[in-house]
């Protein structure tokens, strides 16, 4: 696969989004391909999917992932975390809209479209693709940042360090704003959505490590309760021993664009 480094105007957002599209090399202009939209953790950018090239390609040639389309836009963390903000950049309506709707213009239209995203970028598929689970093909979230909790003050101190205290008071607005927070929630759309979900068949797939150094792991089981609560069927993955990064993160993530492979295999 050939990668291709590019950027746009974006309105929703208002600025210019720098991105990464990674293609087949001997990919004709009238072929139709479905779009994979690889989503970045926090303080990364659109090089993300330099580092994941290997895996695409491996799997490509092994004939465990179709010839797709793989696309991943740089998002900030601060002021971004995949989020509208009222009266600001909607960084979520860019991933869910307006962003494939650019890359059509060049590589569609597109067979069908599939979300991967790590960490932030976790959250991130996860919220779009619940919000609209008709328009897609399947969800991948590896470590994802959902915390174990569904309103701002259930989440326990512990859960929230860092950047993963920024994105929990963005989701309430800085406030404890509940209304905000549900709707920004992984959890809400979920709840909202149920009956949607499982009526597109959304192949799900949530992953993390059982030594994940945010305990994500928290927040990753308590989706996964959530879910079955709901009856939305779904894999989930408790990896023993695996920490946010790290030696198991290069077998996780290519299992995880595996996972996206079969589903788009079964779409197609």
């Not at 695409?56 to 179709?66: I, M, T, V």
């Not at 949530?206 to 959530?226: P, Q, R, T």
Request: aromatic share 8%; with cysteine.
């Amino acid at each position: 696969m050939r990668i291709v480094k590019e950027h746009f105007a974006a309105a929703s957002v208002g600025q210019e989004v720098e991105f990464q599209v990674l293609v087949p090399a001997d990919r004709q202009e009238e072929e139709r391909l479905p779009l994979v939209l690889h989503l970045h953790g926090a303080m990364s950018s659109s090089k993300s999917l330099e580092l994941a090239r290997p895996f695409y390609d491996d799997l490509l040639q092994r004939g465990e992932f179709p010839r797709a389309v793989i696309a991943c836009p740089s998002t900030p963390t601060a002021g971004g975390f995949y989020l509208d903000w009222p009266g600001g950049a909607a960084w979520e309506t860019l991933i869910s809209d307006e962003f494939p709707e650019h890359l059509a213009k060049t590589y569609g239209p597109f067979t069908a479209t599939a979300l991967i995203g790590a960490s932030m970028g976790g959250f991130g598929g996860l919220n779009v693709a619940f919000g609209a689970p008709e328009r897609f093909a399947a969800v991948a979230a590896i470590s994802p940042a959902v915390f174990p909790g569904e309103t701002p003050h259930d989440v326990p101190e512990k859960n929230i360090p860092s950047v993963l205290g920024e994105l929990h008071r963005a989701m309430g607005r800085g406030t404890g704003d509940a209304a905000a927070y549900t709707r920004n929630s992984v959890y809400g759309r979920a709840r909202a959505n149920a009956e949607r979900i499982r009526r597109a068949a959304l192949p799900i797939l949530v992953d993390c490590g059982a030594a994940d150094e945010y305990f994500l792991y928290d927040g990753a089981a308590y989706l996964h309760d959530v879910l079955k609560e709901l009856a939305i069927p779904h894999e989930f993955r408790l990896v023993e021993g695996a920490g946010h990064v790290g030696p198991a993160a290069e077998t996780r993530t290519r299992d995880a664009i595996r996972f996206l492979g079969g589903a788009l295999s079964r779409r197609a």
